[in-house]
């Protein structure tokens, strides 16, 4: 068996993953993720975790990510970019990143939840 795949994740974010809000998340120089199943854990209470299954791993330069979300409108490049420099104050818009994508906490566990009665 596979072990889980685990991502932390900032405290002011965790809501908005549990929420089903936020079904994506950018990593630069970080361990790879696969499509499966990954846990996220809230860094500043590790006590806190959801699983999420992720559906897709995209690399591309930091810059295409919001257009390929189609969230262009509100990341602009410079709102991209200080984001991210907050959690990697080295990266730079042309910097490769891994774009994750996965269901929601709740489309997750409903997944699960019918792969276990088939």
Not at 41 to 62: A, F, G, H, I, K
Request: aromatic share 6%; net charge negative.
């Amino acid at each position: 068996m596979q072990k889980m795949q685990k991502l932390n994740v900032v405290r002011r974010l965790f809501p908005q993953i549990l929420s089903g809000e936020k079904t994506s998340t950018i990593r630069w120089r970080e361990l790879r993720i696969k499509p499966g199943l990954m846990t996220y854990v809230n860094e500043d209470d590790p006590s806190q975790s959801t699983v999420v299954r992720v559906t897709e791993c995209t690399d591309m330069p930091l810059s295409d990510v919001a257009k390929y979300l189609g969230k262009e409108i509100e990341w602009t490049d410079q709102i991209m970019l200080e984001g991210m420099q907050e959690h990697y104050p080295e990266i730079e818009l042309n910097s490769m990143v891994q774009l994750i994508e996965h269901l929601t906490p709740e489309q997750t566990h409903e997944m699960e939840k019918t792969k276990a009665v088939l």
